[in-house]
């Protein structure tokens, strides 16, 4: 079984930072492809309406970014900690959300939600004009 567990989220202004993490307990995290996705405030959580906000291949070598974070966000990973980061600058008002990360056997279409096998509860970032 596969569990992911996120923290880092708070309250920050706008133009903040703020670096969540994601930590998978897995028998080999090395082989699923991690991606972060996020539900905004007042929907009620639905995996297959979540957006999609970045995600990384296995190895590391390929990364992915929605349009709206490109150049602000950035993903990586440590397989030696298990763990999945997204550091998050110049957050924006827009940016508040619950983010969520999950875990994908594919590297396949990881800009979207099917893709994804195990998610983790969420942590909540709000970012305050």
């Known amino acids: 079984q596969v569990q992911l567990v996120e923290s880092g989220g708070g309250l920050v202004q706008a133009g903040g930072s703020l670096r969540l993490s994601c930590a998978v307990s897995?028998?080999?995290?090395?082989?699923?492809?991690v991606g972060w996705f996020r539900q905004a405030p007042g929907k009620e959580r639905d995996i297959r309406t979540s957006d999609f906000v970045a995600a990384i291949n296995w190895n590391g070598e390929t990364t992915y970014y929605s349009d709206s974070v490109k150049g602000r966000f950035t993903i990586s990973r440590d397989n030696a900690k298990d763990t999945v980061f997204l550091q998050m600058n110049s957050l924006k008002p827009e940016d508040t959300a619950g983010y969520y990360c999950?875990?994908?056997?594919?590297?396949?279409?990881?800009?979207?939600?099917?893709?994804?096998?195990?998610w983790g509860q969420g942590t909540q970032v709000t970012v305050s004009s």
């Open positions: 999950a875990a994908a056997r594919t590297d396949s279409r990881l800009d979207v939600s099917p893709a994804y096998a195990y």
């Open positions: 897995a028998r080999t995290f090395s082989s699923y492809a």
